[in-house]
């Protein structure tokens, strides 16, 4: 169970889904609990996951994806889904959404696109 956004939406998803498809998630699932005395017989977390910095919108798409191997994306998501894709190490999911951006792209949209791609280099400096 994860609780998603400012909204706290749940949303559900199968443990071993999400560790077959994503390094990252198989990582989080697999943390041993804080203050746990013996790290090799201790449960992994069960959740929920607390994910308030995530639309529910873009991390049903990223779920979506991991399920399905493809992505319903519209313009109000796909930047941001574009930066989860990168953040959880997802490359086909990166691709999917980048087809999408190049193929659907206004003039309206440039702005935003240009900033979500700057805004990575400057925080790496």
Known sequence: TFVVGPEQ???F???CVLACR???FRGMLAQVPVGSQDSSSSVPPQGPFILGNVQPEVFL????FLYTNSVTLNSHIALEVLTSSVEYGLQDLCKLCVKFIKDTLSVEQVCEALQVRVTPVV???
């Open 123 to 125: 925080s790496k400096k």
């Open 13 to 15: 998803a199968h443990r």
């Open 9 to 11: 939406q749940k949303v």
């Open 22 to 24: 994503c390094q990252a």
């Open 61 to 64: 798409a990223v779920i979506e």
